[in-house]
């Protein structure tokens, strides 16, 4: 049986932080090294399974990565745009791979993660279920075939908490479905600057975000054209499946060459 990946957990009392404590316990495949909160927070020095609702596993969380780098292979990394900069300069330095699930991480700072991919390996998706790595697969089909003659939604709702609108599987959604009909998102925007001036043109793509309770992440993309409309959605009811879907990505990615990596590459699913 292949070795454990030994992970370490940045956002370590964030949602999706306290989710991969919780998951990477029942994961043998998974050992959990360390895990990372903000300089100064007042979680440092407590225990992360504890800080999870779980049973102590002498984990301790820290601020220090220097000190701490020895412990990992691997950093899963769910925090927010700065805190994703902050830890990338630390994994270049470090040499350690990186899981990043952050989301409403801008143009030029993803072009920084894809210049550091040249020297660490990296997996980064808007949405680590595997259901929507699915549903970014079936977009393309379905786009080929009837993208250019329908009118295209992107509808997506979250808990009231997300700061990132739209959020980036809805933008991920939108970028596979303009590249699928050969032409970059920004070019074919339903709605640009907030109007619809004088009705839609056919194979153009609008957004809708809902921000309210607890909704773990709902995304539907309609093509809708006359007398028909097709609708693909995806519900997630749990943040299980991102935090399992991370953890399957870290193990793959331990002894993978230095690349920015996708889900499709984790699932195996590029060539499709
Ligand atoms: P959260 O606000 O509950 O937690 C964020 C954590 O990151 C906190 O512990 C916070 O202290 C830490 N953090 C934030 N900024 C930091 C910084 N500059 N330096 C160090 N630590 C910092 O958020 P959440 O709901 O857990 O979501 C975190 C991110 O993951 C968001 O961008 C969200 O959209 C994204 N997300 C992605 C997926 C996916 O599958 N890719 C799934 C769920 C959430």
Redesign the pocket.
């Known amino acids: 049986m292949k070795k454990p990946t030994r992970v370490a957990i940045?956002?370590?009392?964030?949602?999706?932080?306290k989710q991969l404590i919780q998951t990477s316990f029942n994961d043998n495949q998974i050992e959990l090294g360390a895990v990372f909160?903000?300089v100064g927070?007042p979680l440092l020095g407590a225990d992360a399974g504890e800080l999870a609702g779980l049973i102590r596993n002498g984990v301790k969380v820290s601020d220090d990565f220097a000190k701490d780098n020895e412990k990992f292979d691997v950093l899963i990394d769910?925090?927010?745009p700065?805190?994703t900069l902050?830890y990338l300069d630390f994994c270049r330095k470090y040499k350690k791979a990186m899981v990043i699930?952050?989301?409403?991480i801008t143009e030029s700072d993803k072009e920084k993660i894809n210049i550091a991919s040249a020297e660490i390996a990296i997996v980064m998706?808007?949405?680590?279920?595997v259901g929507i790595t699915v549903l970014l697969k079936l977009l393309e089909r379905v786009t080929r075939v009837m993208g250019n003659r329908t009118d295209i939604e992107v509808t997506e709702a979250h808990h009231k908490?997300?700061t990132?609108i739209p959020s980036?599987t809805a933008l991920a959604m939108g970028e596979t479905i303009a590249s699928a009909l050969d032409k970059d998102l920004k070019d074919c925007l339903a709605y640009p600057g907030g109007k619809n001036i004088s009705g839609r043109e056919s194979g153009k793509i609008g957004f809708t975000s809902i921000r309210a309770g607890d909704i773990v992440g709902e995304h539907t993309a309609l093509f809708i054209d006359e007398g028909e409309r097709l609708e693909i959605t995806h519900k997630a009811s749990s943040?299980l499946i991102?935090a399992r879907?991370a953890l399957r990505a870290a193990s793959w990615l331990n002894d993978k060459p230095a690349k920015l990596y996708s889900m499709l590459d984790v699932l195996e699913m590029n060539g499709d």
């Open positions: 940045a956002g370590a009392s964030g949602r999706m932080g909160e903000r927070s769910f925090t927010s700065d805190g902050y699930g952050t989301t409403g998706a808007a949405n680590f279920s908490y997300k990132d980036g943040r991102f879907g």
